[in-house]
């Protein structure tokens, strides 16, 4: 699960590894952070699978580029794009033209058409890749940081009931427990509903439809300190800043780095 803790990583040298965290960084821009926050019931999903069902049935129903034998590999063509942070966080730093020399090396290199041996490229460009990606991003964590402060200050404010910590993560009783309160020496069965400040879904046992139980020993540091506070039986929101989380290193395609996260918990066992 994403709950797990990831561990420090250095800096990223290589001109690949920086721009895979660049397109990382970008994924995420200024977020719509300010909008009240919902009190719906904690775990209710069933708005979600309709909403689910219904996109696969739209999508049953929309004609696909290429037959159905051939769709396999457009559909690998589709991830390969997601992988370096999709069309969409790609046009964020790129104009036109340059999505356009982009693809040409890409599929020249895939090919293995491409004139100029690729380490060649990386070992006399790679120094200018990184200083444009440097600039085109500078300071976008630091904005996602500081949009999760404003969400938390607003989340603040519109719920009494809800406090914040010493640490900076904030925690919405919805429901109190009458059972055992977890420590890190604990494992714990939950239902979880993790989303990004904009509402984005990122991970949810609650989607899945599965409880999962784990050692509260080996999750984020928010989660840790959140689950401490909670009894069997309860229910609560935690809005966990990103120092807590997944920091300036984010988690795959989906946290993006410096993300502050949302998460409603339902703890159904201490053991």
Known sequence: PRLVSLHSHS???????????????????MLSLLAAPRFASAFSSAAKFG???????????VPMPYPDEKMPFYALGTNLAMQVGGQGNLKTVLEEDEMEIVLEAFCESLRGTAVVGSQDILMKYGQELNKILQERTANIVERVKKD??????????????ATKTESGMVYYSMVEGTGAQPTTANTVEVHYHGTLTDGTVFDSSVDRGQTISFPLSGVIQG?????????????????????????????????????????????????
Not at 51 to 61: E, G, K, L
């Open 148 to 161: 999760g402060e404003d969400y938390i200050a607003n989340f603040l404010s519109c719920t009494e009931e």
């Open 11 to 29: 800096s990223h040298n290589t001109t690949i590894q920086l721009f895979q965290f660049k397109m990382q960084i970008i994924g995420m821009t």
């Open 51 to 61: 909403v689910r069902a219904s996109t696969a049935r739209f999508m049953s129903d």
């Open 223 to 271: 989660w840790q300190e959140g689950l401490a506070l909670m009894k069997e039986g309860g229910k609560c929101t935690l809005v966990i800043p990103s120092d807590l989380a997944y920091g300036e290193n984010g988690s795959g395609d989906t946290i993006p780095p410096g993300a502050t996260l949302k998460f409603e918990v339902e703890l159904f066992k201490v053991s």
